[in-house]
């Protein structure tokens, strides 16, 4: 089975700096037809997940600029360009795999102002 | 606009049983991939299980095979989750999950609310 690795598992961070979020698999994510299927959520506390970015780096529509995904193979990182004070909450990688079909995630990281 | 409300939590004695609906609007439900993705409480996300379009092929995650049974209601635009022999370990918040893929299973791009469900006696 996949295993998906966040780090940092938390992150305080100053208004205004930039944050980078790290997740790397145990194998790598390419799927036989091209794509990588690594998507980053946004979860605000009380509230459910949010889709951010899909496929690597394919931001969702109304998902500010400042947010930007890359990476390739087993490692993969979200970055935040400058954190404003609605980025707060915990970011999570998730794998979509195919064989069994199901979601991967990893543990979380929690994005919190200093 | 893509709408999910998951219904039919609540606290529940070990070893009982629920079952879950997730009823969707804003898009065409049976051209979509659903699975349900739990959240115990303070922790991260858990995948739980999988239908694809039409209800034909259903997978699950280990710790809930056997107890554990979705379906889907494409003329009700409705996902189930019946949950038996219930335990402690399956405290949480579980989420009906859209996949953005028709075909594939691509990313969860569209959450429900979720629904709570305790476990305890």
């Known amino acids: 089975d996949i295993v998906m690795t966040q780090t940092p598992l938390a992150s305080p961070v100053t208004l205004g700096q930039p944050a980078s979020i790290s997740c790397r698999s145990s194998h790598s994510l390419l799927h036989s037809d091209g794509n990588t299927y690594l998507s980053w959520l946004h979860q605000r506390p009380g509230q459910p997940p949010r889709l951010l970015i899909y496929k690597i780096y394919n931001r969702v529509s109304g998902v500010p600029d400042r947010f930007s995904g890359s990476g390739a193979g087993t490692d993969f990182t979200l970055k935040i360009s400058r954190v404003e004070a609605e980025d707060v909450g915990v970011y999570y990688c998730?794998?979509?795999?195919?064989?069994?079909?199901?979601?991967?995630f990893g543990q979380g990281t929690k994005l919190e102002i200093k | 606009e893509v709408r999910l409300v998951e219904s039919g939590g609540g606290l529940v004695h070990p070893g009982g049983s629920l079952r879950l609906s997730c009823v969707a609007s804003?898009?065409?439900?049976?051209?979509?991939?659903m699975h349900w993705v739990r959240q115990a409480p303070g922790k991260g996300l858990v995948w739980v299980s999988r239908?694809?379009?039409?209800?034909?092929?259903?997978t699950y995650a280990d710790f809930v095979k056997g107890r554990f049974t979705i379906s889907r209601d494409n003329a009700k635009s409705t996902l189930y989750l019946q949950m038996n022999s219930l335990t402690a370990e399956d405290t949480g918040v579980y989420y009906c999950?859209?996949?953005?893929?028709?075909?594939?299973?691509?990313?969860?791009?569209?959450w429900g609310q979720g629904t709570l469900i305790i476990v305890s006696s």
């Open positions: 998730v794998h979509a795999t195919q064989f069994p079909p199901m979601y991967t």
């Open positions: 804003g898009f065409t439900f049976r051209n979509h991939y």
């Open positions: 999950v859209r996949d953005l893929g028709t075909y594939l299973t691509v990313t969860p791009d569209s």
């Open positions: 239908s694809d379009a039409d209800g034909s092929i259903l």
